[in-house]
């Protein structure tokens, strides 16, 4: 049985004091527009803008707030004490399925490989998993990711030993050898491919087998959003200013965002790799409704099934009530 997400946002929402000391829980307390990410390649726009202080052109500042366990993100954002956040869908889906006032307002990325599972070399496929432990962080898309792997080869969550540790401690409790498999995404994939001289652990499956199923977002707090459309739009503006000097000023962009994740920028680079950002031409089709893997009403349909049948949530939840596409439409028609 999967992990029900309703106790995650609980543990969230107990646990924020302690995990971000000092946020305002309103709104409108402050001028600037605090958005929760963890360290991830997909979100260099983010990085860059922030860095380059991009979203000042469009009248609105922001904070990047780091957090080290994604299961928090959605219960910060819910309760104000960022006033949005990088969900992966899988993660939106039960926490509107749950009643959290959070809605996505833009896609960012989908996920091409950056996120795997990886397990020692005598772990040869999925349908090895059985009966081994598999270390990976609860409520993350690292959950779905295995949901759905484990799911493609006849077995579930019953069939493995679940343990639940942070993305950044899976590369160290790999090589401790307390489990053998494990589940992550970058940069901490290539941390634990590269150990032992990079001869004992390979990516068993990743996300670049189920593409478009790993898809991150920019979540507002849906009273956020009524209070402050004109903030909502600058951040997005903000982004899109950013992956606009990402393509003209590649390196440049490439270092920052090596700083912002804490590797080098050759290994930056190799990561990029494996995540496609989704410029605003094509944001629009991300909420239409669509045989495409890329639409969230068919990716959305797959998660929330695999989430119903795992417990994870008690309902599917319409697709229209997770995400506002005014603001992507609005600023695809003016060609920005």
């Known amino acids: 049985m999967g992990i029900v997400v309703r106790t995650h946002i609980l543990r969230a929402l107990v646990a924020l004091p302690l995990a971000i000391v000092g946020f305002s829980a309103t709104a409108n307390a402050s001028p600037i527009v605090k958005i929760g990410v963890v360290s991830w390649i997909g979100y260099g726009p983010l990085y860059v803008a922030e860095k380059l202080d991009l979203f000042d052109k469009y009248g609105v500042k922001v904070k990047l707030v780091n957090?080290?366990?994604?299961?928090?993100?959605?219960?910060?954002?819910?309760?104000?004490?960022?006033?949005?956040?990088?969900?992966?869908?899988?993660?939106?889906?039960?926490?509107?399925?749950?009643?959290?006032?959070?809605?996505?307002?833009?896609?960012?990325?989908?996920?091409?490989?950056?996120?795997?599972?990886?397990?020692?070399?005598?772990?040869?496929?999925?349908?090895?998993?059985?009966?081994?432990?598999?270390?990976y962080n609860f409520g993350t898309p690292s959950e779905f990711l295995l949901a759905y792997a484990l799911k493609q080869s006849h077995l579930g969550f019953h069939d493995i030993t679940k343990v639940n540790i942070p993305a950044g401690e899976v590369p160290s409790v790999l090589a401790s050898g307390a489990t053998p498999i494990g589940v992550t995404w970058q940069p901490h994939v290539s941390q634990i491919l590269s150990l032992d001289g990079g001869k004992k652990f390979h990516v068993v499956y990743s996300s670049k087998d189920a593409p478009g199923l790993i898809s991150d977002t920019l979540a507002f707090n849906t009273n956020f959003i009524q209070s402050n459309p004109q903030q909502v739009r600058g951040v997005i503006e903000g982004y899109i200013a950013?992956?606009?000097?990402?393509?003209?000023?590649?390196?440049?962009?490439?270092?920052?965002?090596?700083?912002?994740?804490?590797?080098?920028?050759?290994?930056?680079?190799?990561?990029?790799?494996?995540?496609?950002?989704?410029?605003?031409?094509?944001?629009?089709?991300?909420?239409?409704?669509?045989?495409?893997?890329?639409?969230?009403?068919?990716?959305?349909?797959?998660?929330?099934?695999?989430?119903?049948?795992?417990?994870?949530?008690?309902?599917?939840?319409?697709?229209?009530?997770?995400?506002?596409?005014?603001?992507?439409?609005?600023?695809?028609k003016l060609g920005n």
């Not at 989704?278 to 099934?305: C, D």
Request: glycine share 6%; no cysteine.
């Open 67 to 135: 957090f080290s366990d994604g299961a928090l993100l959605a219960g910060a954002t819910a309760s104000n004490a960022v006033n949005a956040s990088t969900l992966t869908y899988d993660q939106v889906i039960p926490a509107v399925a749950t009643g959290l006032p959070i809605k996505v307002v833009m896609p960012i990325d989908y996920s091409d490989g950056a996120d795997a599972i990886v397990a020692t070399d005598s772990i040869k496929n999925v349908s090895d998993f059985k009966g081994n432990k598999v270390a």
């Open 242 to 332: 950013g992956m606009r000097y990402m393509q003209n000023h590649h390196n440049e962009a490439i270092a920052i965002i090596a700083k912002a994740i804490h590797v080098s920028p050759a290994s930056a680079a190799a990561q990029y790799a494996g995540v496609k950002n989704i410029p605003l031409r094509n944001m629009e089709a991300v909420f239409t409704n669509s045989k495409s893997t890329l639409s969230y009403y068919t990716s959305g349909n797959i998660i929330s099934k695999i989430q119903l049948k795992d417990k994870d949530i008690s309902h599917i939840p319409a697709t229209p009530l997770t995400f506002d596409d005014g603001f992507v439409k609005g600023l695809a």
